[in-house]
Each structure stands twice: as C-alpha cells, then as structure tokens.
C-alpha cells in the first residue's frame, strides 16, 4: 500500500533498485522507504527481456550482489534465474510489501522551502496521484521500455515474413525449420544467433554491419565450484568476487594496453572453433581497439560451435533493402529470410522519462554535471544508479547504494536538510562540457549524448569507468567542497530525515 510521504522513494524495481534498497534498509533502518515501479512486475530487464537464450554476460559471483551469494553451478546465468535471485532477495528483504507497481513516475519536484520532493505518479489507468519523499533515488535503468532502437530499412513494407524487435519477443513464434536472419553484432545478436540455431531454426544468420569482439568462454568457473564445496557459502562468494573483480579489470587494462595482441588473442580464439575457411578479418576485426566498447561473451564458444555446425553464419555488410523473401545487401547479396529479428539495440533515456524541477523550474539534463558519478549539479537529495559500460552493473550501483547511504546518514548526524552538488554558474562557465560516457561511442550511446548530463574534467565532476576509481570516488570522505548540506527550519520542527 502507497503511502502518501516516505522519508526515500526508489524509482523502479529492477536489479538496481533492490539492490539498493537492500542497502538502504540495512543501514538506515529509522528511515521508511518505498519502491514505485511502472510495469506490474519486479525484476526490470530481467523479466522484459524475454528472447530464446536471454543470459547475462557478465560472470553472475561480480553481476550478483555483494551482500547475497551467487550459489548457481553456473556463472553466466539464464535470465529467469536472475530474475529469481531478484525476486528472492527482495523476498528476504521485505522490500515486496514496500513495493508498489503500476505506478509510473512522470514528474518529480524539489522544494527548497520543504526540503521535500512531490512526486506525481500515473497508475495503469491513466490516475494522478501526488506523494511526497525526502530523497529521491533514481533506478530505472537506462533505455526505454516502450520500444528498442530500430532503424527504417528501405522497402520493409515488401518484406512477406515476420520482424520481431527481441525486447517484444512474442512468446509462441515459431522459427522451427525456419531461416533467421538477425540484424546486429551486440551482446542480444550474439546471444541469440546461437540460441536459435540449436533450438531448431532452419539456418540462422547474424548480419552485421561492423564487427564485435566475441570471447569464447566457459559458462562456469571450476575454482568457484570448488570453494563453493569447501567453504562456507559466504566466504567462497567473496573470494571469487574479489578474484574476478581483479582478474575483469586486469583484462580489460591489458587489452586498452596491448591492443594489438589483445586482437590476435581474439582472433585466435575463434579460429581455433571455426572452419579453416571462415574469413575473420571480414567478420570479426572491428574497427576499434579492444575493450573501448562493450565486449560480447560467448559461453563455451556457442556462437562459433554453430557456425561450425552449418547451422549460424555470420554476414558483413549493409542493408540495400528489404524484399519480399529477405534482404539484398549494396554488395548484390541475397539474403533469404522467413523471419527478420532486429536486434539493433535500444533506445537511451535518462531517470525513466521522469521530468525534475527545483523550486518549479524544469531541470534540463544536458545544463546538468554529473556528480561523483550519481547525483546532479544543483539538484538537491537526488541520486540516480546506473552502471559502468566495462565492468558489470551491479558493481557501480551497489558503491552508489553505499554512497548514498553515507550522505543520508551525515544529513541525520548533522540536522541538514538537504544534500546538494552545489555547481556555481562561474565554475561551470569554467568547466569543458564532456560526453557523459567519455570515450564510449557505441552507437546508442551517442545517440544518447544530446539529452545526457554532462562531465566535468577534474573529480568529483567525472564520471568513472572503472571500480577501483568508482570505490575511491564515492566511498572516501562525503565531505568536500562541493557537497553543501543545508537546512530549511530548525531541527525540532520537524522529525523527518
Ligand atoms: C538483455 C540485457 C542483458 C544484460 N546483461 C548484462 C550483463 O550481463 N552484465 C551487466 O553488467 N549488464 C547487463 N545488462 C545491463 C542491464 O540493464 C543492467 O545490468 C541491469 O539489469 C539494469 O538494472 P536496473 O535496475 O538499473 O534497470 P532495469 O533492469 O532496466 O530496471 C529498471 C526498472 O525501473 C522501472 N522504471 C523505469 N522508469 C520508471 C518510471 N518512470 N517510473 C517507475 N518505474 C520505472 C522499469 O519498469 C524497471 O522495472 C543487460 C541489459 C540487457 C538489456
């Protein structure tokens, strides 16, 4: 059940947002807390996201939650048992009941007389209703959940067959003895290439326009296994986690150091799955060094088992346009589909399409920087939670969760009301307007950039990428010259946060 004020109201009940208020609840057990989330079921991307082969890339004992061991033989784990291990520890939480669904946040604005955010939510009905909170925590991921990203392709109207975007994967299609091709070299291409392939479709093909760097891998980790079997649960969970913290950000700093060799080792981990014939300069040497965009994992070589098998190829190459029976490529290429699935990504928006103002005046994201990676320039008792591009998700959210934590309790500790990045408009004037992802320009990122906040180049105004300088950033002193705590009546007159 809504209540009408909370002293912090978490914005969606994905992996990040019970992650978080996991943390909340523990180490702030005075403060009351409450999850709206728009859609009718906990779980965010793992419960949308419902395509064959749905799985995390990242190793589950670094994906899965510090405080909650990741017990699964598996370490690169299907996606309903993420969902579940969210389900389950909200569960064990008790942030079910604190959970209220269907309730979209459209709109969300601070007062600095109150110190109070009001929040307008829209039920499934198309309902308004007003609530108010002391701290407003954004995490509602980072794409819209209405439609993915899909390009026009000239001519599809004369495409005969069916095309299916995977974040709308109709449940009952059948691609039985049918041939695919799927559009796009990312982590969901990657996935479900193989995926189709061995569940029974007549031949599918990945068709790509620039290449990935694809990892062959085992979807388990023997040493993980191992301790499991000797250790108590909790200690095993924790040396794997550091050991694959250090071994995912050893690998990634070699490969931005060593791109050349990092290259060949890809390169010769493939070749060594596929046939002698296979062109892997054409298919799998992407334009850019390694690990500058997101890498895609492929569990025990799936991706390349099947090509080798006859079942998945792989084609380079641009649209031309869409006919009746498939795709013709601007080389002349022909390419015969029954079913055309678009897995060209997802469309990027910031705190769920929700629109902030302070004291009524609108915050337009892109006049905004990003403080220590979370909260807002000039937006009081605000954070939002997202993760890094090359390290998984959890990590970052999870040192958010700490840091926000922190703030709250210096603001109980010291009677402020409110918490603010305070940006003054000089030193903006004086700062370079960045990218809020840097150097990252995979395609939906960039098509994100305009209605992004910005980046500063001097901490705590940039945003991170790694999580030895995310850890440094929001988990030394709260304290600095920038956060200002400020109060807007004597303590004693009111008893919130
Ligand atoms: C298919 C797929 C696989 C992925 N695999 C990995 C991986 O292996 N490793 C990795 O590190 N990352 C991975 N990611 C990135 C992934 O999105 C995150 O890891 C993680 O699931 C995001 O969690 P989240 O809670 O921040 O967002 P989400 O899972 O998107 O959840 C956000 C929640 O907020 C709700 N919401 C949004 N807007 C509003 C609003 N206005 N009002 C109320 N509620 C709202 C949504 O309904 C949703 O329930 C993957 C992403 C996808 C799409």
Same mark, same amino acid.
């Given at each position: ?63 899965? !939650?510090? %405080?909650?061991?990741?017990?699964? $033989? ?7 048992? +993420? &969902?579940?291990?969210?389900? @389950? ?123 990935? !760097?694809? %990892?062959?891998?085992?979807?388990? $980790? ?7 079997? +000797? &250790?108590?649960?909790?200690? @095993? ?261």
């Amino acid at each position: 059940m809504m209540r009408d004020h909370t002293d912090i109201l978490i914005i969606g009940a994905g992996l990040a947002g019970i992650g978080t208020a996991c943390h909340m609840v523990t180490k702030l057990p005075g403060l009351s807390l409450q999850i709206v989330e728009m859609r009718e079921h906990m779980g965010g991307t793992w419960d949308l996201f419902r395509y064959p082969g749905i799985r995390s890339d990242s190793n589950m004992h670094v994906y899965g !939650y510090e %405080f909650r061991p990741w017990v699964d $033989d598996k370490s690169i784990s299907p996606g309903e048992h +993420i &969902l579940d291990y969210i389900k @389950a520890t909200a569960r064990d939480y008790n942030l079910t009941d604190k959970t209220s669904f269907g309730q979209r946040v459209m709109s969300a604005d601070f007062s600095t007389q109150t110190a109070l955010w009001t929040v307008t939510l829209r039920g499934a009905g198309g309902e308004d209703r007003r609530v108010t909170c002391r701290w407003l925590q954004s995490c509602t991921g980072y794409y819209n959940y209405g439609a993915g990203y899909r390009p026009d392709f000239a001519h599809e109207e004369d495409f005969g067959g069916q095309i299916i975007h995977p974040q709308d994967w109709p449940q009952d299609l059948d691609y039985q003895g049918k041939r695919v091709v799927v559009i796009g070299s990312g982590a969901t291409a990657v996935t479900l290439v193989p995926s189709l392939a061995e569940q029974g479709a007549g031949h599918v093909t990945m068709l790509q326009r620039s290449q990935s !760097y694809i %990892f062959p891998d085992k979807d388990y $980790d023997p040493l993980a296994q191992k301790l499991m079997k +000797i &250790l108590p649960e909790k200690w @095993a969970y924790a040396l794997i986690r550091k050991k694959n913290i250090f071994l995912e950000r050893y690998k990634i700093g070699r490969a931005l150091k060593y791109p050349v060799q990092t290259r060949a080792l890809f390169e010769a981990k493939a070749a060594e799955r596929l046939p002698d014939d296979f062109d892997i300069v054409k298919h799998l040497r992407p334009s850019y060094p390694p690990a500058t965009q997101r890498i895609c994992f492929s569990p025990n070589g799936d991706l390349f088992t099947q090509i080798t098998a006859g079942r998945a190829s792989i084609e380079t190459g641009h649209i031309k346009r869409f006919t009746q029976t498939g795709i013709v490529l601007t080389d002349g290429t022909v390419l015969k589909a029954d079913i055309i699935v678009t897995a060209t990504g997802l469309n990027i928006v910031m705190l769920g399409e929700a629109t902030l103002s302070v004291d009524g005046k609108t915050v337009n994201l892109p006049d905004h920087y990003i403080y220590k990676g979370c909260m807002l320039s000039n937006v009081p008792n605000m954070a939002l939670s997202s993760g890094t591009l090359t390290a998984s998700y959890t990590l970052r959210v999870e040192l958010q969760a700490r840091y926000v934590c922190n703030v709250l309790k210096t603001m109980l500790k010291s009677g402020a009301d409110y918490a603010v990045p305070a940006l003054s408009a000089a030193a903006q004037a004086g700062m370079p307007r960045l990218p809020f992802m840097g150097e990252f320009n995979s395609g939906y990122i960039l098509r994100a950039i305009d209605t992004s906040p910005r980046q500063g180049d001097k901490d705590p105004w940039i945003n991170h990428q790694t999580y030895i300088e995310n850890k440094v950033q929001l988990l030394g002193p709260v304290s600095d010259d920038v956060l200002s705590f400020k109060s807007v009546v004597p303590r004693s007159e009111h008893n919130a946060v």
